[in-house]
C-alpha cells in the first residue's frame, strides 16, 4: 500500500501564499492563550484554596484578565495591518467559513471576558476600600461610572456582570474545545497542518 502523500499546509495558487503568521502575531496568540489558560485555572482553584490565598489567587486573575485585554488589543490591531496566511483552498467552505466564524466569536469572548471582569469588579462594594493594581505593583483604575452608581444598584450590577462573565467563561470553554479540536483534526487526519501556521 502506498503512504498518503502529504499535503501541503497552504496552497500556492492563493493570493496570499505566506505559510505561517507573522512573528509578533505568534507571540500574541501564544502569550493570550497562556493567560487564558493559567486564568481559567485560577478561577477553578479559587474555591477550594485555603482562606489567605484566595484575595491574592483573585488579585492575580484580575492582573492577568486586563494583561489579556491589552494583547488582545495589540492582536487585532496587528491584524488590521498584516494580513494572516489563507487556509487552504481544498478546505470545504463551510469549513473555512465555520473557521472564520469561530474566530471572530473567540476574538469576541477574549475582550468580553476581561471587560465584564472588570465591570464585576468595579461594582464591588468594598472596591473603594481595596484599590486594584497590576500584579501589586502598577495601580490600575476602576470604571467610575460604576463605583458611582448607588449601592443597592451596584450590588445588582455586581451579580449581573458576574454571571456574565461566567457564561462567557462557559462559552469560551467550548469554542477553544472546538478551535483546539478543529485544529488537531486537520494535523492528524486530514493531513492539512494549520497549527504549523501558528508555530515559528
Known amino acids: 500500500m502506498n503512504a ?3 499535503v501541503p499546509f497552504y496552497d500556492t495558487a492563493s493570493p496570499n501564499t505566506r505559510s505561517r503568521y ?8 501564544w502569550l493570550i492563550a497562556l493567560g487564558i489558560i493559567v486564568n481559567v485555572v485560577l478561577a477553578l482553584s479559587a474555591d477550594s484554596l485555603p482562606d489567605g490565598w484566595v484575595r491574592p489567587v483573585i488579585n492575580t486573575h484580575k492582573s492577568i484578565g486586563i494583561t489579556v485585554l491589552g494583547l488582545a488589543i495589540l492582536r487585532v490591531l496587528w491584524r488590521f495591518t498584516h494580513r494572516p496566511p489563507a487556509l487552504p483552498a481544498s478546505f470545504p467552505k463551510w469549513e473555512r467559513a465555520s473557521a472564520h466564524i469561530a474566530h471572530i466569536l473567540l476574538y469576541g469572548l477574549i475582550f468580553a471576558l476581561p471587560l465584564s471582569g472588570w465591570l464585576h469588579d468595579s461594582a464591588w462594594k468594598d472596591a473603594l476600600t481595596h484599590p486594584m493594581s497590576l500584579f501589586g505593583f502598577i495601580p490600575w483604575p476602576r470604571i467610575g461610572f460604576i463605583m ?3 449601592p443597592a444598584l451596584k450590588e445588582h450590577l455586581h451579580t449581573l456582570f458576574g454571571s456574565l462573565h461566567t457564561w462567557f467563561g462557559y462559552v469560551l470553554y467550548v469554542l477553544l474545545a472546538l478551535h483546539v479540536g478543529g485544529a488537531l483534526k486537520h494535523e492528524w487526519i486530514d493531513r492539512h497542518s494549520v497549527i504549523r501556521r501558528m508555530l515559528p
Open 4 to 6: 498518503r502523500p502529504e
Open 148 to 150: 458611582d452608581q448607588p
Open 22 to 29: 507573522t512573528r509578533t502575531a505568534m507571540a500574541l496568540h
